[in-house]
């Protein structure tokens, strides 16, 4: 299948929420956004309020939030306020990293409740559930992908970008543990077509990427 630099636009969520990222980070993703109208951009939080209203009037581009990020050790009830907030201030979508201590400690009900509640506090907006895929065993992705579809969020989403890169063999766990229950976002690492186009191939309908990479990938695109 052929895709148009539209097309693979619209499967990219651009970001500014490494540590470091600068109003002038946010400010050019927000600008590539206009541009070429990226689905969704995600900012820090003390950034978020600029690009809500910078987005104000493109209805077709989300504003994301974090939750719990980018650890997702924080308390349950952290988290749900947060959701809170976020919804609130209209984002279109959540990320939230799940507790990824208590799913290596074999707590999954922990896990399990976490995500569930965070789902509920977040209402209709759509959470998509970090599991940090390359902090993770096979059986802790497998795990953590059951535990994703089974309690109310939107999107199975592979990392935060601080923990390094997401492998074909993280989406190829991800697929045989839970098949096609729940849409797959990908983040860290992915910085070319050729990676977008075949990570497609294998499920993938979403991704996350910084706003270097995300460029370099439309340009790539052959129109």
Not at 54 to 79: C, R, W, Y
Not at 132 to 144: H, K, Y
């Amino acid at each position: 299948m052929t895709y148009s630099k539209h097309d693979i636009a619209r499967m990219i969520d651009i970001s500014a929420v490494q540590a470091q990222s600068t109003q002038a980070d946010v400010d050019a993703i927000i600008a590539a956004a206009k541009a070429h109208r990226f689905i969704c951009v995600f900012p820090l939080h003390g950034f978020l309020n600029r690009a809500l209203d910078a987005m104000a009037n493109e209805p077709d581009i989300m504003v994301g939030g974090v939750i719990g990020f980018p650890s997702g050790g924080e308390l349950t009830e952290f988290k749900i306020h947060q959701a809170k907030i976020l919804t609130a201030m209209g984002c279109g979508e959540v990320d939230m990293v799940l507790n990824v201590g208590m799913l290596k400690s074999g707590q999954d009900g922990a896990v399990a409740r976490d995500i569930r509640r965070v789902a509920d506090a977040a209402g209709n907006t759509p959470l998509k559930v970090i599991m940090e895929a390359p902090l993770l065993t096979n059986d802790e992705i497998a795990r953590a992908a059951k535990l994703i579809c089974d309690n109310g969020a939107s999107f199975i989403k592979t990392g935060t970008g601080w923990s390094g890169t997401t492998t074909d063999h993280h989406i190829d766990v991800i697929k045989k543990a839970v098949g096609n229950t729940l849409p797959l976002k990908v983040a860290g690492g992915v910085r070319n077509l050729e990676t977008v186009l075949r990570m497609v191939d294998m499920g993938v309908s979403r991704f996350g990427i910084g706003y270097a990479s995300a460029l370099n990938i439309l340009n790539e695109v052959k129109e």
